[in-house]
């Protein structure tokens, strides 16, 4: 089970954020989370949640493609001829992919109605 996180180990983390650069810019996080209220100036902190985001982010990817390939519909396949001697497969985000990953996380997202 879990045991629970001494303080050297929270305080090594801490130390490793100080060297991590995320995928995610700081400046991008430490903005949303000022329009959230969090004004800070901790770049540890401003990490950590940058850290959360990415994992967050990629979770839901993963989980889109598992559902792409369940429909058994190859994202972004395309039929042409022309792309005969290419193998390789390119993965195309779609809403029906995206909408289920995100409704297992909690959020539900609808598509318009029409787009303009």
């Not at 100036?41 to 850290?51: E, F, K, M, Y």
């Not at 190859?74 to 993965?91: D, L, R, V």
């Amino acid at each position: 089970m879990n045991q629970p996180i001494s303080g050297d180990e929270l305080l090594n983390f801490f130390k490793t954020l100080d060297d991590y650069t995320p995928t995610l810019p700081d400046s991008l996080t430490a903005h949303y989370l000022s329009q959230a209220g969090l004004h800070t100036s901790d770049p540890r902190i401003i990490r950590l949640v940058s850290l959360a985001a990415q994992k967050f982010i990629t979770e839901v990817a993963s989980d889109a493609l598992t559902h792409s390939q369940m429909r058994g519909n190859p994202a972004g396949s395309s039929g042409s001829a022309g792309n005969k001697k290419s193998k390789e497969k390119k993965n195309c985000l779609r809403m029906e992919d995206l909408q289920p990953a995100l409704a297992d996380m909690g959020i539900q997202v609808k598509k318009p109605a029409y787009y303009m």
